[in-house]
């Protein structure tokens, strides 16, 4: 099995598709890696959701919401990035913004002066620092080949750091079995007490909500859809009982269910 995920070879999202799948292709965008398997060019597809420090990846949640698929598992990444250049000699630090997020403490403290320049992957990174001399990048130290070398390791803000990837596939591959779910909720209203109503359902069915996250709608300012994780699975009667409830709320508006899955824990 094939999956797509964010490129070049050596990403944190190569790192997660090449546990769960025999081979690797590569895309520019999370949008573009939704789009593929939605319409079918892709069988599987592999994007970052969330991170420990900088939490939610916007363009995963907004793609998930607008594209048919259907979440198969969640993998946990360890996060442990490097400082990689030729030398100690650099002017930048370049690499995916989330990247210097991660590493935003450790920067203040070692590289005050140093400008800090966001690029499209943490891969993407170690080729300009390949590229050039006065270029240094945040990456996994195994990035850290040909004329490169690690000039310190660990530079995360905290040991903690994991990022959660979602494995895609077609809608119909949605699996109602798992440890954990996903939905996206639009409710085509808005009143007060709204989102009170939407949470009570998995309140009143001790029902442990893992995470709940507004976004724009894209129709007007002010108005969300909500991307929420649950610890229990569809095939649970009390969350398809919860997600009537939901769905009722919700008449003007749609749910989607992505489906239910289980979690793959990556060793550093």
Known sequence: MDALTLGPEGTYSHRAASAVADSVSFAESMTAIVDAVASGRHTRGVVPIENSIEGSVTESLDALAAGQVAVLEEVIVPIRHALIAQSEAFESVE?????????????????????RDPVASTARSVERAREDASIAAIAHPDNATDALQVLDTDIQDRDSNVT??????????????????????????????????????????????????SRPSGRELGDYVFHVDVEAGLNEDRTRDA??????LASDGWVRHLGSYDTRRLDE
């Open 95 to 115: 690499s995916h913004s989330q990247a210097l997020g991660q590493s935003r403490e450790y920067l203040d403290r070692h590289y005050p002066d140093v400008d």
């Open 164 to 213: 959660r990837f979602f494995v895609i596939g077609p809608s119909d591959d949605r699996r109602d079995a798992g440890s954990k779910s996903t939905f996206v909720v639009d409710p085509g209203v808005d009143h007060p007490g709204l989102l009170l109503e939407l949470l009570e359902p998995f309140a009143d069915r001790d029902i442990n909500l893992t995470r709940l996250e």
């Open 243 to 248: 997600l009537a409830e939901i769905e009722a």
